[in-house]
């Protein structure tokens, strides 16, 4: 047979450095992030975001430099340092972006003003002009240009944002009005405020609520291994009682046994969390390494939406700041840095929880355990296989790209193109999506192979297939029965929070103040759920792929001693016979 001639597994028993090419490009790539993210700072872009400037290219707070066609631009603005919006309610949604004339002035209006006289004695005051430069404080009055020129009458008070330095109105029921138009369900602008108001005034109720949903979810980490048992009869239940025929039921017949594995493993599961606690943590770290990420690309993308050079529109004579040439496609290199990084954190949080459950599995004295296994493995990682998450991320990245694109073209061309053209785009982005959670399935086992064997990715991913290719059945119905059970798992937690959000917030009679706090909660209930279990699904996933090399290479004799635990020496022993007989 060729797959008899390759080489044992051979669990931790030496580790070395895989995929040290892809590190290398990995890290001149994230060089190449770096250097989109100075390029910004460095002509001045940074600045002008975090300081504003006006609608003729001048940045608030220091000095400007002429810019030709433009008479208003070149102005010493040192003594103005906030942006004030002659309209700030009117709000350009396609382009998001207040699509108003900016000006740089000294002072925000604290009052409001209700009159060019009282916007004209505030210049006067304060020394700061609400209206264009080109038109003197004591014209304000009598200006034709006034109405175009000046703020909008009444000026609403205003307060200046801290760091960012615009002037933003403190009574934002314009934007109330703005979120308006996203809330299908809200007729009127009066509802809208009561919902908001119903959030506010249960905040310290939808807070206690989401801690509860939190504690809940670590409670069912713990305890899905005491009730595997009952959801799995729930389910064998559910599907005797709605076959029509006898092929369900004798397709059940046929799987009890790998189902009863599926029943062990769960129980396994909820051992490896009692002796590796930090592996409930480990949604914490990755939430937070995301969302470090995720600010830092966010605001460099805010840095590129101000660089480049100045570009006068004839039309309105509004200076905007545009890359032209080959630094517009930086955004392209920041989007794809977005997706591959993303991955690699993503990846980095399986490679640690294969990690340690690997040595977990493999250890035969448990008290012979590192003191810290999480650590250990995350060390190990760092050390030895960043090359392997770094080449596994970019396969999913290279999947990822194209399927968003086309997800974005089918959303643009929505209502324009035919039947045909809208079935075979939707065709694709499903195709892709299937090939893309098919290779999200197989790196993780290849990282579980890269933990055992410290292989490089294609080796492990190879070794980790035909280990899942010969146990084909034992996969479905781990994959089928198991997510079931967590779905369940996920369902009752979800019940609970939303039963615990019913009987607290019941005071509450006018469904628009209760509705939305309730929907709040038990949307993060769900992904608290969801992340938490998402994890043990991922410790069975090891255990399992651990559980069949073992079976594979060990048949209880002496020198080839199970590694398993006891609760899987039955079906262990039961594997290698049957495997022995064929």
């Known amino acids: 047979m060729p797959w008899q001639s390759k080489r044992d597994w051979k669990p931790l028993e030496e580790r070395s450095c895989t995929d040290i090419p892809w590190l290398i490009i990995f890290i001149l790539f994230c060089v190449g992030m770096a250097c989109i993210c100075g390029y910004p700072i460095a002509t001045g872009a940074a600045s002008r975001l975090i300081s504003g400037y006006d609608s003729y290219g001048n940045t608030c ?3 400007n430099d002429k810019i030709e066609g433009v008479p208003l631009s070149g102005r010493d603005m040192t003594e103005n340092k906030y942006v004030f919006f ?21 002072k925000c209006p604290a009052t409001e003003l209700q009159t060019y ?7 006067q005051n304060n020394g700061s002009h609400l209206c264009s430069y080109d038109i003197y404080p004591t014209k304000y009055t009598s200006s034709s240009e006034r109405f175009n020129k000046c703020p909008k009458l009444p000026v609403s008070p ?63 980490m713990v305890v899905i291994r005491y009730i595997s048992k009952v959801l799995v009869w729930i389910l064998t239940i559910l599907v005797i009682v709605g076959s ?29 969390f009692i002796h590796l606690p930090l592996l409930v943590l480990q949604p914490f770290w990755t939430f937070i390494c995301l969302m470090l990420f995720w600010v830092y690309w966010i605001g460099v993308l805010l840095f590129l939406g101000t660089a480049g050079a100045p570009v006068k529109n004839n039309s309105t004579g509004v200076v905007e700041y545009q890359m032209q040439g080959p630094l517009q496609y930086l955004v392209w290199y920041h989007a794809v840095g977005l997706i591959w990084i993303s991955e690699f954190i993503l990846a980095f949080q399986q490679m640690t929880i294969a990690g340690a459950v690997v040595t977990y599995y493999f250890t035969r004295n448990k008290s012979q355990m590192p003191a810290t296994p999480i650590l250990s493995s995350m060390a190990r990682t760092i050390r030895y296989h960043l090359g392997t998450l770094a080449k596994g991320s970019f396969i999913i990245t290279l999947v990822k790209i194209p399927r968003l694109i086309l997800t974005y073209i089918h959303s643009q061309l929505k209502g324009k193109e035919n039947a045909c053209a809208r079935c075979m785009l939707k065709a694709c982005v499903c195709c892709l999506w299937c090939l893309e959670k098919c290779l999200a399935y197989l790196n993780q086992n ?18 980790a297939f035909v280990i899942l290719v010969e146990n084909a059945l034992r996969v479905a119905a781990i994959n089928t029965v198991g997510d079931f059970v967590l779905f369940l798992g996920k369902v009752l937690l979800l019940s609970c929070t939303a039963f615990a959000g019913v009987l607290a917030l019941n005071y509450q009679r006018d469904y628009t103040v209760w509705v939305l706090p309730l929907l709040i909660v038990c949307l993060f209930a769900f992904l608290v759920a969801h992340c938490f279990l998402s994890v043990f699904e991922n410790v069975v996933d090891v255990l399992f792929l651990c559980f069949a090399v073992d079976t594979k290479y060990n048949d209880g004799s002496p020198g080839r001693k199970y590694y398993m635990d006891k609760a899987l020496m039955v079906r262990g022993k039961h594997y290698t016979c049957r495997c022995n007989h064929d």
């Open 117 to 123: 006289s009282e916007i004209k004695k505030f210049a």
């Open 61 to 63: 707070g220091q000095k």
């Open 86 to 106: 002659l309209d700030p309610c009117k709000l350009d949604i396609i382009n998001r972006k207040i699509d108003s004339i900016a000006l740089c002035v000294s």
């Open 446 to 463: 290849a990282y579980t192979a890269t933990a055992i064997n410290s292989t490089n990715f294609c080796t492990s991913a190879r070794d």
């Open 158 to 220: 205003s307060k200046a944002i801290p760091l960012l330095h615009r002037c933003v109105p403190v009574d934002i029921s314009c934007y109330a009005e703005f979120a308006q138009g996203f809330i299908t369900f809200v007729s009127d602008n009066t509802v809208l405020r009561r919902v908001i108001a119903g959030v506010m005034a249960s905040k310290e109720i939808i807070m206690g609520l989401c801690v509860l949903a939190l504690v809940l979810s670590l409670i069912m």
């Open 244 to 272: 029509i025929g006898k092929i369900l039921l004798l397709v059940m017949f046929f799987l009890r046994k790998r189902v009863a594995l599926t029943i062990s493993l769960f129980h396994v599961a909820g051992k490896v």
